[in-house]
């Protein structure tokens, strides 16, 4: 079992359509949660992180957890074609320095 | 305010050389950890350094070391090089540890023939 899995897609939504993007993970110590936007042949850039249960909203982005079913999502409303890109979720645990990535779900947002 | 930066931003070695890779963090954060990402895959955790000590290791191979200077920049060496450790290199710094928000550098593309 992967620590952290994510579906690769791609994930396709018209313009202006909600799209969810979701995430797993294994370890019930985890305690950090983010999300990181990767365009192709760019670094990740941090978009949201979320300690606690419940729905974290940003804009656009809304981040969701849930401890007990040890999943975490991103919600993208108004999607719009600049949205197309790698959606890296990202886990920690408090304490143990290391943070373990997913492998990323493209988005494509159709014109 | 600059962000990460990591040099150089593209490498070629030969199997069997050693790298160093560099990295300076955002001004004030204490915290820098290191990368590697295959083409497809997310970023896999290499090392995390914080106030000079080190304070995670991931799956990797003794080959990849790390250090972290009084200024809190860094630096990753990787010894003996294969083919397989053809990646880019992403170094991320952070004000306090790995799990609080961490902010990306442009990466180093290391492409080993």
């Known amino acids: 079992q992967k620590e952290v899995e994510q579906n690769s897609g791609p994930l396709s939504v018209p313009e202006g359509a909600i799209a969810s993007l979701n995430c797993t993970y294994s370890?019930?110590?985890?305690?950090?949660f983010f999300w990181y936007r990767q365009y192709s042949g760019k670094s990740p850039e941090l978009i949201m992180f979320?300690?606690?249960?419940g729905d974290k909203e940003d804009g656009r982005f809304t981040a969701q957890l849930n401890k007990a079913s040890q999943y975490v999502s991103l919600l993208i409303r108004d999607s719009q074609p600049s949205d197309s890109a790698t959606y890296l979720c990202?886990?920690?645990?408090?304490?143990?320095?290391?943070?373990?990535f997913g492998i990323g779900t493209k988005l494509q947002v159709i014109p | 305010d600059a962000g990460v930066t990591q040099s150089p931003t593209h490498l070629i070695k030969t199997r069997g050389q050693q790298v160093t890779l560099r990295c300076s963090p955002i001004s004030g954060h204490k915290s820098v950890s290191w990368y590697q990402q295959v083409l497809g895959q997310g970023p896999q955790f290499i090392f995390q350094?914080?106030?000079?000590?080190?304070?995670g290791r991931g799956n990797f191979p003794d080959r990849f070391s790390a250090r972290q200077f009084p200024n809190y920049s860094s630096e990753l060496n990787v010894n003996a090089l294969l083919l397989g450790d053809s990646a880019l290199y992403l170094c991320a710094s952070a004000q306090q540890g790995a799990d609080t928000e961490a902010f990306f550098g442009q990466g180093t593309r290391l492409t080993v023939v």
């Open positions: 350094y914080y106030e000079k000590e080190e304070r």
């Open positions: 979320i300690y606690s249960n």
């Open positions: 990202a886990v920690t645990s408090w304490g143990y320095q290391k943070v373990t």
């Open positions: 370890d019930r110590g985890s305690q950090s």
